[in-house]
């Protein structure tokens, strides 16, 4: 998985916030799991879906996760899938791109090509 695009999904004003200290603490949820979800190109449709629908305001934000070092765990959630975690702030100098995540009329949200392995 060294190779491997992940992505999260970040709220503007907080994304906004970690452009000023230079890194990305997460989400409140991610706060109170403890750690920032990140989701493959296969995982993060569905994971806006289920855990951001229609919601304004986001942006998808890509990461190479070997850049990630230890921080980055795989681990086991929805459907027993690996979903990777990452248990520390994100620095910004390891981002790849942010790109805004609009929703469609039918209140989907509309994602760029996403990088797949």
Do not use: C
């Amino acid at each position: 998985m060294a190779t491997k695009i992940i992505y999260t999904m970040a709220r503007n004003v907080d994304w906004r916030a970690a452009e000023a200290t230079g890194a990305y603490a997460g989400s409140a949820n991610d706060a109170a799991d403890g750690f920032i979800h990140f989701s493959t190109a296969d995982q993060v449709i569905a994971s806006a879906a289920k855990h951001r629908a229609g919601e304004a305001g986001l942006l998808l934000v890509a990461v190479q996760a070997a850049l990630l070092g230890d921080a980055l765990k795989w681990e086991p959630a929805r459907g027993g899938q690996l979903f990777p975690h990452l248990y520390a702030p994100l620095p910004l100098d390891k981002v790849l791109r942010v790109d805004p995540l609009p929703l469609g009329p039918d209140g989907l949200h509309i994602f760029p090509p996403l990088e797949k392995d």
